[in-house]
């Protein structure tokens, strides 16, 4: 049973304009939420986290939303850029736990 | 460079094959992980060690076999492995384990194919 879900495969953004990829959970003991970015042949990258306590964290063009009563995070860059095109994975984790449960990942393109 | 770093990068090895994958953590963290991703489908968690001691095992077949010699290293022993065994293998290391905030370091992957 997946836990953490990505819905949207993919999207395509225009350069400068704002990409929101999403990410919704159904574990409400979740506390500490992750963003990760992946580049073909490489492993995934560290981007921007959020803990349960907050609603918004934001780091430069990234920003990350998590809404705890519909279980739904997202993330935001603003402007997109093309070196932003990859494939970006959102985690949770439950703080005293050992795991972290990935989402199938949403392949974002920024378009020139 | 993130820190985490893993050998070979490709992997092509028969069925009946031995063969290891390593990886090395250069953060000074007391917990490692192996992850399986295979197309479509998210990251599956394999193992944890936390201070060389295995805290975690999601039901991998015997062919997989973990080795945590220290805290800075990770193996991955592979035995007659299947074709559908085939993805891309990831080592992570994180401070702790079961701590608040705590955030995972992945390694850049060993892509494996097995024939």
């Known amino acids: 049973d997946q836990q953490v879900k990505q819905n949207s495969p993919s999207l395509s953004v225009q350069e400068g304009r704002i990409s929101i990829l999403n990410c919704d959970y159904t574990?409400?003991?979740?506390?500490?939420f992750l963003w990760y970015k992946k580049y073909p042949a490489e492993g995934p990258t560290f981007l921007i986290s959020?803990?349960?306590?907050?609603d918004k964290n934001e780091d430069g063009r990234f920003t990350v939303f998590l809404n705890k009563s519909a279980k739904h995070l997202s993330l935001h860059i603003v402007p997109s850029q093309p070196g932003d095109s990859a494939v970006y994975f959102c985690?949770?984790?439950?703080?005293?736990?050992?795991?972290?449960?990935f989402g199938t990942g949403t392949s974002l393109t920024v378009i020139p | 460079e993130t820190g985490v770093t893993q050998t070979p990068r490709h992997l092509v090895m028969g069925m009946t094959n031995k063969k290891s994958l390593k990886c090395e953590q250069h953060?000074?963290?007391?917990?490692m992980y192996w992850y399986k991703q295979s197309a479509k489908k998210p990251l599956e968690l394999m193992f944890v060690?936390?201070?060389?001691?295995?805290?975690e095992n999601n039901s991998v077949p015997s062919r997989f076999s973990p080795e945590c010699p220290n805290s800075s290293h990770l193996f991955l022993h592979l035995h007659t492995l299947q074709p559908e065994d085939s993805a891309l293998y990831l080592c992570?290391?994180?401070?702790?384990?079961?701590?608040?905030?705590?955030?995972?370091?992945f390694g850049e992957g060993s892509w494996l194919t097995v024939v």
């Open positions: 992570a290391s994180s401070q702790v384990l079961g701590a608040p905030g705590n955030t995972i370091y």
């Open positions: 574990n409400s003991m979740f506390d500490y």
């Open positions: 959020i803990s349960s306590i907050k």
């Open positions: 985690a949770a984790s439950v703080g005293t736990g050992n795991q972290f449960y």
């Open positions: 953060l000074g963290h007391n917990a």
């Open positions: 060690y936390s201070l060389e001691e295995r805290v």
